[in-house]
């Protein structure tokens, strides 16, 4: 049997009631603040990430669903680009096509006799060390007995000068070609914001003004599954990007959106929430705040994890990512972003909650919170849940006031937050039963009656009434099982005499009692 891949599930009825339930509730929340809806694809280029998200973070760095696109065809490319221009009469072999070449296809790579010497020839866009590998053992064991081939190298990309001098030393032949559609390297998206700001910037949407966009759709992490953390999950978000012209900077909106989160999970009915805001500074003040910690982390660092020990040097911030628990009290001593605030993000804090206060949503300052993703500035905060476990945060945000320009976009300072969908229905006291709407009647047509069922069912199902429709080979038992089964509130029975009076014989599946009701009288009856 397959199963669905490791980390990722299939949501199935009646949970996706639930899920519906959340998806209508949040379109409505985010009316109501006049936010409109994003759809950015669910694959981007790799760099987006690399240069949005940042290569220290865990998420870049070890969780990201990435492939080349069109390797295998960007060397079938290379293959026919030689063999047509080298080869005379090779006209057959442009036939190959690169287009054609899926990743499952073999590696190009030739035995051919070039100036009187037999030549193991391979075609990669792309050459490595593990390649090497392999073509000299593929040479070795295909040469003729006793025999040597001339190893032939014929790539796209440059090859590393260290790399080329060892070629060259074991002799091997290196032939560069050009191709026209290299291969690109892509990734599933492993959070929403990067694309929707990279959408900002091509669209040039900021010629609109202040952008108050949400989306609902899957992102993917490669991460250990477990309960609440899954390899395709979820994602509920909104944005709020523009110009500095449209106010985009200003307090008003990140308190805003925090407004709104809290109406949106109490309109859920999800009222143990605990709001937990920080503010990671400028650009500059983190710079200050970096140097610090890289002092205190000096003497102590040799004591953490391997991931701690790197980040004290490359991105010391990221150390307060750590779950090791032995690291714990160690960052406990650490210095704080608090205590490296400049003005201007001090007064923006203060202003958020001031705000916060007027509008009496409740929060708790947390000054440990930096977020695992690089492009925060200033307002950061998380959203959690007790009842979700270790994996508490049922959402995250923050602003990115730089992220547009380090895309190479114009300044278009944001606010954002993406909700866990899973977690946010893990945690919901909601049930699916309690928000599924069960059919209101179950259609049985006796024998020969497919049609006239079919007609009355259709009628009715104008009137915005859920029907379950039956069948003419039931009989009537396992029509009444089948209507119970359904959850239906009524059973309409359709038979030649009730077809030739226009009348039907209309019961109430959990009373029992039965009317016969005319058909103009339908609809009417079964509402109620
Ligand atoms: P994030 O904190 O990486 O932020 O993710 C937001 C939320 O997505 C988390 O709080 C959690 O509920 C959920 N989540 C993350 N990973 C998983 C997983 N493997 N399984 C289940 N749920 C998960 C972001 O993604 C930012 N783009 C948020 C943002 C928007 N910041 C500004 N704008």
Known sequence: MIKAVRGTRDLLPPDTALWNFVEAAVRDVFRAYNFQEIRTPIFEATELFSRGVGEETDIVSKEMFTWEDGARAADYAVFKKWITSRVPGSKALAGIDPERAQPQSPQPSLIIEIDGKEN????????????YRLLKLAGEQSAPMGG??????????????????????????????????????????PENTAGVVRAYIQHKLGDRGLNKLYYIGPQFRRERPQKGRYRQFYQIGAEVIGPP????????????????????????????????????????????????????????????????????????????????PADQPII??????????????????????????????????????????????????????????????????????????????????????????????MSLKETAEGVLRKPDVYIAPMSGMNGEAARLARELRRHDLVIELGDDTFRLKKSFEAATKAGAKYILIVG?????????????????????????????????
């Open 496 to 528: 030649e005499n009730e077809v030739k009076a226009d009348a039907f014989a209309l019961k109430n599946l959990a009373t029992g009692e039965q009317v016969q009701v005319a058909r103009g009288e339908l609809a009417r009856k079964i509402q109620g």
């Open 120 to 131: 193991f020839a391979v075609f990669r866009h792309r050459f490595t060390l593990p390649d």
């Open 148 to 189: 040597k081939f001339q190893l032939r190298l014929v790539t796209a990309d440059a090859v590393p000068d260290d790399f080329r001098a060892l070629l060259l030393d074991d002799g091997v032949i290196i032939e560069e070609v050009s191709i026209d559609s290299p291969p690109q390297s892509v990734t599933l998206r």
């Open 245 to 324: 012209s449209a106010g985009s900077e200003s307090p008003a909106r990140d308190a805003e959106v925090l407004e709104m989160l809290a109406t949106l999970l109490d309109r859920l009915g999800i009222s143990d929430w605990n709001l937990e805001l920080n503010s990671v500074g400028t650009p500059a003040d983190r710079a200050q705040f970096n140097d610090a910690l890289r002092k205190a982390l000096e003497p102590v660092s040799a004591k953490m994890c391997d991931d701690c020990q790197r980040r004290a040097v490359t991105n010391p911030l990221r150390v307060f990512d750590c779950k090791v």
């Open 332 to 425: 406990e001593t650490l210095p704080r972003i608090t205590q490296f605030l400049g003005e201007d993000s001090r007064k923006h804090f203060d202003a958020v909650q001031d705000i916060l206060k007027s509008v009496g949503v409740e929060f708790h300052i947390n000054d440990r919170l930096v977020r695992g993703l690089d492009y925060y500035t200033r307002t950061a905060f998380e959203f959690t849940h007790g009842a979700l476990g270790a994996q508490n945060a049922i959402l995250g945000g923050g602003r990115y006031d730089g992220l547009s320009e380090a895309l190479g976009g114009p300044a278009a300072p944001g606010i954002g937050f993406a909700i866990g969908e899973d977690r946010l229905v």
